[in-house]
């Protein structure tokens, strides 16, 4: 098959591929998914995102500057797909996760729950779009598994995207295959994961495959099922990262599947990195400005990504224990301060005190360009894949939080696998709100981070590694060109059956 696809490399090199790109709507699956267009864009194919009204504003403008920016390469462009939120039973405009986490009052775990089985609501428009545009590949996320049997209607291959890397997708395959955790004495006790390369050690309390009879259970089970039933999986990471749980997700889980990552990588210039997401709350100048008066590796960077909010009791927690560690920081706290409003989160006096050592964004930061900066020397994370993969790709090594949903693997990968990182100790999850973790526990986790010399080496290492990999002939370089040959091939195929 291989000889096939070289050969076609160069017989089937004037049809270009069409992708379309369905996210799920959530910065941490928008955000990649924008990056793998470009990515896509680079090797001569063209890709249509598909979203809602809202959410098209948010790609538009860096969308606009890449079109302009790379006149030779195909266009990226949005399709606008109609979500009508009240009729489905959701509130006005809440077309984003970030709507039910900026929200508290709404109740978010339920509402959360329902905006993710309302995305069946567009199963009719995907039919239609796929009918008349007939893309030659629809990559949907996890959380449309209907899509894959949408496309295979119409002789579309389509490939899943979950977002996470190979890690906690095998973690979870073996958690719900053997379910250790039912033999554990409490649910605190550590076992290992059966099967699972490198003997990891969880506890039942960080484990999210145990309600299996639950709606969520259910849904989750369609998610896994739909990855049989498509073309193969694409995964943001890099082979040298997790060799073998790549290995082991495609002899075991998924069978094919494709490392095509860092895909922040592609963001080469300070616009790129500067427009990821949403509008920065901060001059992104300033704050580099601000970095550039710091020592190389002196400064910690913490963030817990876009849907984790803490109550003011632990953010409290945090500034202390920052103050406590002496070292410098920059510190995103995702909530909405409104001009002149009393911040109970914040311990008095201690903007003041930490002036010109600590720098506290209120809102939204430009995370890969303060995380490239050479002043920033550890990253204190949430364990969200797109953050500790930007961490990984900047060579940082890592005080690991966790709060919920697959974290807890990826804290396990940091710390037990490539060993560049430090655990703040947090035990339980709850929902979206995580365990208490005091100002001592944080003031030991920094200070050790930011002098481990040793996870500092082989987060540069890795860092290099990552590199290489999207280089022209690194490893995921090589696997996405792989793919293109391969969908190539599928439509060269199409199009003769359509033309017999
Ligand atoms: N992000 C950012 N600025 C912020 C918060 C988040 O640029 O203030 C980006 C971050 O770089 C990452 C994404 O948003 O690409 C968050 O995804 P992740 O998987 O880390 O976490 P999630 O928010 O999905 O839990």
Redesign the pocket.
């Known amino acids: 098959l291989f000889s096939q696809q070289q050969k076609m490399g160069t017989s089937g090199e004037g049809s270009e591929l069409h992708f379309f790109l369905f996210p799920f709507m959530?910065?941490?699956h928008m955000?990649?998914t924008l990056d793998m267009a470009k990515l896509f864009a680079t090797k001569g194919a063209k890709s249509t995102i598909l979203t809602t009204p809202l959410n098209s504003n948010l790609f538009e403008k860096p969308i606009k500057s890449f079109n302009n920016e790379n006149p030779k390469l195909q266009d990226i462009s949005i399709q606008i797909l109609s979500f009508p939120c009240t009729e489905l039973g959701l509130p006005r405009g809440c077309e984003n996760t970030d709507f039910i986490f900026s929200s508290p009052d709404l109740g978010r775990g339920n509402l959360n729950q329902k905006f993710l089985l309302a995305m069946t609501y567009f199963k009719e428009q995907l039919e239609q779009l796929i009918e008349t545009v007939k893309p030659d590949c629809l990559v949907a996320n996890m959380f449309f598994p209907w899509a894959s049997k949408v496309a295979e209607k119409f002789g579309v291959p389509s490939l899943v995207f979950h977002?996470t890397g190979y890690f906690s997708l095998c973690a979870s395959h073996c958690l719900r295959l053997h379910k250790p955790y039912k033999k554990a004495a409490s649910s605190c006790e550590p076992f290992v994961i059966p099967d699972l390369p490198g003997n990891i050690v969880i506890i039942e309390e960080q484990v999210i495959e145990k309600e299996e009879e639950s709606v969520m259970g259910k849904f989750m089970k369609e998610i896994r099922d739909s990855e049989t039933n498509s073309f193969g999986v694409l995964v943001n990471s890099f082979y040298e990262l997790e060799p073998a749980y790549s290995d082991f997700f495609k002899s075991f889980v998924a069978k094919r599947a494709w490392d095509i990552g860092p895909l922040?990588l592609g963001n080469r210039e300070f616009k790129e990195k500067a427009e990821?997401?949403?509008k920065a709350s901060i001059d992104e100048h300033e704050c580099l400005k601000w970095l550039d008066s710091k020592r190389c590796d002196s400064v910690i960077y913490l963030?817990f990504?876009?849907?984790?909010s803490f109550n003011d009791e632990q953010l409290i927690e945090i500034a202390a224990g920052l103050e406590m560690s002496g070292h410098d920081f920059v510190w995103?706290v995702?909530k909405n301060c409104s001009q002149g409003e009393k911040e109970e989160w914040l311990p008095e006096g201690l903007e003041e005190r930490t002036k010109g050592k600590g720098l506290i964004?209120r809102?939204?930061?430009?995370?890969?360009l303060i995380l490239d900066h050479q002043a920033i020397g550890a990253f204190l994370t949430?364990c969200?894949?797109?953050?500790?993969l930007?961490g990984v790709a900047s060579g940082l090594p890592m005080v690991t939080w966790p709060v919920g949903?697959e974290q807890f693997y990826n804290e396990k990968l940091v710390t037990q696998v490539l060993k560049t990182g430090v655990s703040v100790g947090v035990k339980k999850m709850i929902q979206v709100v995580g365990d208490f973790i005091s100002r001592e526990k944080v003031e030991k986790a920094v200070r050790e981070v930011m002098v481990g010399e040793e996870r500092r080496k082989r987060a540069k290492e890795l860092a290099v590694m990552a590199k290489d990999a999207v280089k022209e002939g690194g490893s995921s370089d090589i696997e996405l060109d792989r793919l293109m040959e391969e969908l190539k091939l599928v439509k060269l195929q199409n199009e003769k059956e359509q033309g017999s």
């Open positions: 959530a910065h941490g955000i990649p977002g922040s990821r997401g949403k963030s990504g876009t849907m984790s995103v995702n964004i809102g939204w930061a430009p995370q890969v949430h969200g894949w797109n953050s500790l930007e949903a």
